[in-house]
Every structure is written in structure tokens, then in C-alpha cells.
T-cell receptor, first 120, second 111 residues
Framework: DAGVIQSPRHEVTEMGQEVTLRCKPISGHDYLFWYRQTMMRGLELLIYFNNNVPIDDSGMPEDRFSAKMPNASFSTLKIQPSEPRDSAVYFC??????????????????FGPGTRLTVL | EDQVTQSPEALRLQEGESSSLNCSYTVSGLRGLFWYRQDPGKGPEFLFTLYSAGEEKEKERLKATLTKKESFLHITAPKPEDSATYLCAVQGNSGYSTLTFGKGTMLLVSP
């Protein structure tokens, strides 16, 4: 398997512009996660999906951030309008629960290479 | 709320100088504790999952151990290629629980 694929790898944009980050999870994985990583705050969970449905978006910092998962093999994270404080590395990860029950099994998350976003 | 604290923040070792990284956690029932390795400019790479106190797992020069309050990542006779940031994360057992990550330990192994 090719692993989690993210694009673009680097994005430089100006404040106020719209930014769209893309992710293709590992085939067969039913959970997809979007994270943001900064030196100050480490890895922060923004939102996650189960079977293409958003489950928890409490980590999304503001209404400027939105995420969609139109099908099992594609997700986007959009920032509109972008601000300099959004500069960070954004990771997508996917996982598959090892058991059919939410009360059993663990969830090893596999990460993509990330998108380094710089907002000027 | 689940919490993970990793120490030290950074560690510099000479090649062959063994040491340990610490991950202290609080969680309302542990489903799993995860160790990841992250190289500069790359995404975290999965290393181990530990499920219960007393469990140990090994991979090459790395050995992870788990108690009820903390986990250690022991690095035996490290090589420069072991240089990376090591991340620890916990998953609780209340329904579906996401991973809570620590901020990591940056390890530099000098030749």
C-alpha cells in the first residue's frame, strides 16, 4: 500500500487567501484524522471522520477552518481566509479499528508526510 | 481529560551511549499507549503499541516498557540514524477515544 498521501507538500500563500489541503487515506481504513503540528503546541487533533462522517470537530480552531470527506478515499481541509497564525504543518492520518466494537480493539494511526503551510 | 508528558524535551547522546526516554500519562482507563518516531520533514512513523502494565516490546535497539503511570523507551547502543523526535500517545477506553499526544523528545545521537 502507498500509505497516506497528502498534497501539496508545501504551500505558501498570502493572508486572506483560501487554502485547500488534500488527503488520501490508506485503502480499507475507516477513520481519518486531521492534525496540526507546531513547535509550541505539538500535535493537535483538528477533526476526525468515521466512515466519511465527521464525528468530532471540537479541535477546529475557528469557523475559518472546514473539512470534508466526500468518499472513503479523499478528504480536504480548507482554510478561508488564511492568516499568518495558521502557519504550521498539517498532517492527515488514517486507522482501522482492530475489532468491530467501539469498546474493543485499538487504533494505530498511520500518518501522511504532511503539508507545510506558510501564510505570509 | 487525558494528558501525556514526555521528558526530557531534548537529549543528546554519543553513539553507543544507552539511555531512556520517559512518557508519563493520565487517562481514565488505558486502551493503548503508542510510540512513534518522527524524522524532520516527515510524518510520525508508528513503532509500538503497549496495552497493559508490565508489557514490553522490542525493535532493533529500541525497547518500550509500560507501567500504570508511565512508559519508557529504552535505547541501547544508539547509532546516529536513531536521531529523531520520539512521540508518545495514549488512547482511553471510553467508547471511541482518539489519541492524545505528548510533545515529544528530540534525540540527537552524535558519532
Amino acid at each position: 500500500d502507498a500509505g497516506v498521501i497528502q498534497s501539496p507538500r508545501h504551500e505558501v500563500t498570502e493572508m486572506g487567501q483560501e487554502v485547500t489541503l488534500r488527503c488520501k487515506p490508506i485503502s480499507g481504513h475507516d477513520y481519518l484524522f486531521w492534525y496540526r503540528q507546531t513547535m509550541m503546541r505539538g500535535l493537535e487533533l483538528l477533526i476526525y471522520f468515521n466512515n466519511n462522517v465527521p464525528i468530532d470537530d471540537s479541535g477546529m480552531p475557528e469557523d475559518r477552518f472546514s473539512a470534508k470527506m466526500p468518499n472513503a478515499s479523499f478528504s480536504t481541509l480548507k482554510i478561508q481566509p488564511s492568516e499568518p497564525r495558521d502557519s504550521a504543518v498539517y498532517f492527515c492520518a488514517s486507522s482501522h479499528r482492530t475489532s468491530g466494537s467501539i469498546f474493543e480493539g485499538t487504533d494505530t494511526q498511520y500518518f501522511g508526510p504532511g503539508t507545510r503551510l506558510t501564510v505570509l | 481529560e487525558d494528558q501525556v508528558t514526555q521528558s526530557p524535551e531534548a537529549l543528546r547522546l554519543q553513539e553507543g551511549e544507552s539511555s531512556s526516554l520517559n512518557c508519563s500519562y493520565t487517562v481514565s482507563g488505558l486502551r493503548g499507549l503508542f510510540w512513534y518516531r518522527q524524522d524532520p520533514g516527515k510524518g510520525p512513523e508508528f513503532l509500538f503499541t503497549l496495552y497493559s502494565a508490565g508489557e514490553e516490546k522490542e525493535k532493533e535497539r529500541l525497547k518500550a516498557t509500560l507501567t500504570k503511570k508511565e512508559s519508557f523507551l529504552h535505547i541501547t547502543a544508539p547509532k546516529p540514524e536513531d536521531s529523531a523526535t520520539y512521540l508518545c500517545a495514549v488512547q482511553g477506553n471510553s467508547g471511541y477515544s482518539t489519541l492524545t499526544f505528548g510533545k515529544g523528545t528530540m534525540l540527537l545521537v552524535s558519532p
